[in-house]
Nanobody, 122 residues
Framework: QVQLVESGGGLVQVGGSLRLSCAVSGRTISSYAMGWFRQAPGKEREFVVVIKRSGGSTSYADSVKGRFTISRDNAKNRVYLQMNSLKPEDTAVYYC???????????????WGQGTQVTVSS
């Protein structure tokens, strides 16, 4: 059973930074493309970023490009999301997910974490 657990969320002021972490157990993350998604109240879950299994290729949503950075540590079985220059519209529950292949679509992902809340206050 593959389990994903996010951490690192919290309350931050506009312009601040947070680093989210996703710890994976049950299988090595080198078998998966790893993505981050987010969901704000009353909105659909939206793609944030994905990193391929090899870790050499990433794809970002336009809304976070240049501000967020995804990385993976296959040895530690963890994925990270560094979020800088945070804006109020970044407020959401952030989810880590694992898929066989890189995708921007939630339906492509087989495993999900429980989410971590990020709140950006102005």
């Amino acid at each position: 059973q593959v389990q994903l657990v996010e951490s690192g969320g919290g309350l931050v002021q506009v312009g601040g930074s947070l680093r989210l972490s996703c710890a994976v157990s049950g299988r090595t993350i080198s078998s998966y493309a790893m993505g981050w998604f987010r969901q704000a109240p009353g909105k659909e879950r939206e793609f944030v970023v994905v990193i391929k299994r090899s870790g050499g290729s990433t794809s970002y949503a336009d809304s976070v490009k240049g501000r967020f950075t995804i990385s993976r540590d296959n040895a530690k079985n963890r994925v990270y999301l560094q979020m800088n220059s945070l804006k109020p519209e970044d407020t959401a529950v952030y989810y880590c997910a694992a898929a066989k292949y890189s995708s921007r679509f939630p339906r492509a992902y087989d495993y999900w974490g429980q989410g971590t809340q990020v709140t950006v206050s102005s």
